[in-house]
């Protein structure tokens, strides 16, 4: 009888991930349709002036790298603004570096002391907007690489007063081990595919962390953006509160970079376990949802229901689905998408992440605390966070 019980769980499991599979395929597609409609479109003649603000915190995997490729823009007017909580964070001093070697870039350095709310990276940004010259902001973690047209791609929409926010999707890049390749497959391919069907089935309302652009008069429009000191994902409120205030939030065409800097299985772990729980009291619905998105785990039960029933061959059909289920997913939005060579080099790997994923979702409901920067916090409603000492 058990047997018979998991097999009807598994199947229904492989349906919904195989319904998953379907949405985002033409999700996928009806996002390359749209920007090859855009693309159609003139680019405006003058391309709008740009303050670019990075939060930076002390050292990480290939920080030089990352960094300089804000000082390499095909933009004509744009400024960079840095900012740590001390003058004599290590981070600057990188970017001091990159100053020497570009001075033809405008960029000012700025700190801003210990934060007077949880959320450390809202007060970095606030102090940077507070002393933004342009209108147009472009917020971007220190851990994002661009590409030469990222300011001039990601700014465009936002000269229709109609849009208010801009967001991207991202590769991610490992930083030379197995557990942060995982990671890296997660953003490329997890992530993205969600994205995209999100805005399929229900339009942007929503943005994603590491690069997002608005405008000043757009944020004042919503509050300000010193109210998101307390809450865990700024990134999703401002854009959910655009959204309902009559704003276009857009997805753009561009893809970024961004770094998957943890090499070992706790850290890797960790972090996926902090952005999973964040989800979970950000978006509480949709994040229960997502466990019927997985594939593996299904066709793991599966295999073992049919070993258990007598039916290995049944059993076997279920696992050998949920593993190309998930490698037609890698292929078809991390490469076809997002054009990462990981995701096609290493699609017959994405499987395994598919299962870690199952678990780190899983994992995201056995606590309401995260650490954060070596701080704990707990989790509130709608992603409020509350230090805990």
């Known amino acids: 009888m058990l047997s018979y019980l998991l097999f009807t769980i598994a199947i229904a499991g492989t349906l919904g991930s195989t319904v998953f599979l379907g949405l985002a395929l033409v999700g996928a597609w009806r996002f390359q349709r749209d920007l090859w409609r855009e693309a159609k479109r003139p680019a405006p003649d003058a391309p709008p002036p740009v303050s670019v603000l990075k939060p930076v915190h002390g050292m990480e995997p290939s920080l030089r790298e990352t960094l300089e490729s804000y000082f390499r823009q095909d933009h004509p007017e744009y400024e960079l603004l840095f900012c740590a909580r001390r003058r004599n964070d290590p981070a600057l001093a990188v970017v001091d570096e990159l100053c020497r070697e570009y001075p033809q870039v405008n960029v000012r350095v700025l700190t801003c002391g210990e934060p007077p709310y949880p959320n450390a990276k809202v007060h970095s940004v606030a102090t940077m907007i507070a002393a933004a ?8 973690d220190s851990d994002v690489r661009a590409h030469s047209d990222y300011v001039r791609e990601i700014s465009r929409p936002l000269v229709d007063p109609k849009v208010g926010v801009v967001t991207c999707i991202y590769r991610g890049m490992p930083v030379g081990s197995l557990w942060s390749l995982l990671e890296a497959l997660g953003f490329t391919v997890e992530m993205s595919s969600g994205v995209l069907i999100a805005r399929m089935l229900e339009g942007m309302r929503f943005a994603l962390g590491p690069t997002l652009a608005t405008r000043k008069d757009v944020l004042a429009a919503i509050g300000g953006y010193e109210q998101f000191g307390e809450y865990c994902a700024e990134d999703f409120l401002i854009g959910n509160r655009a959204a309902k205030a009559g704003y276009e939030v857009v997805l753009s065409g561009h893809v970024i970079d961004h770094q998957a800097g943890d090499a070992t299985f706790l850290k890797s772990f960790d972090h996926q376990i902090r952005w999973m729980r964040s989800t979970r009291f950000s978006r509480p619905k949709g994040h229960f949802g997502t466990g019927i998105t997985f594939a593996m785990p299904f066709g793991v039960l599966g295999f073992i229901a049919g070993i258990m029933a007598g039916a290995p061959l049944a059993g076997a059909a279920l696992l050998s689905w949920a593993y190309w289920n998930r490698v037609i997913l890698a292929v078809a939005i991390g490469w076809g998408v997002l054009r990462d060579l990981n995701a096609l080099l290493f699609c017959w790997l994405y499987p395994a992440r ?36």
């Open 133 to 140: 010259r342009h209108d147009i902001l472009i917020l971007s």
């Open 354 to 389: 598919d299962l870690m994923g199952f678990f780190v979702w899983m994992g995201s409901y056995l606590s309401d605390k995260v650490v954060w920067r070596g701080q704990r916090y707990r989790l509130l409603a709608e992603g409020k966070m509350t230090r805990v000492e």
